[in-house]
């Protein structure tokens, strides 16, 4: 869901926050989708305990930047 999401971001939002792996988790999706049989299953658990953690903290932030008048409900 969130490559899903993350292609219809504008390119200028991604130019602003280089801080975010868009391309990767972008690629990602895209094996997932189309490449599962080679996933590599303790690679997606790391994936999803070390990497998922941050990009949501990287993400809030976008969100706090771009839409600040906002309330986010997922915040930390």
């Known amino acids: 869901m969130i490559g899903e999401e993350v292609a219809r971001l504008s390119e200028e939002l991604r130019l602003r926050h280089p801080e975010i792996a868009w391309r990767q988790i972008s690629a990602f ?18 994936l999803w ?9 990287q993400l809030l932030a976008v969100l706090s930047a771009e839409f600040p008048e906002e309330t986010h409900g997922a915040q930390e």
């Open 29 to 46: 999706r895209h094996r997932i989708a189309h490449g599962y049989f080679e996933l590599s299953l303790p690679i997606v658990w790391q």
């Open 49 to 57: 305990t070390d990497e998922v953690p941050r990009l949501r903290s």
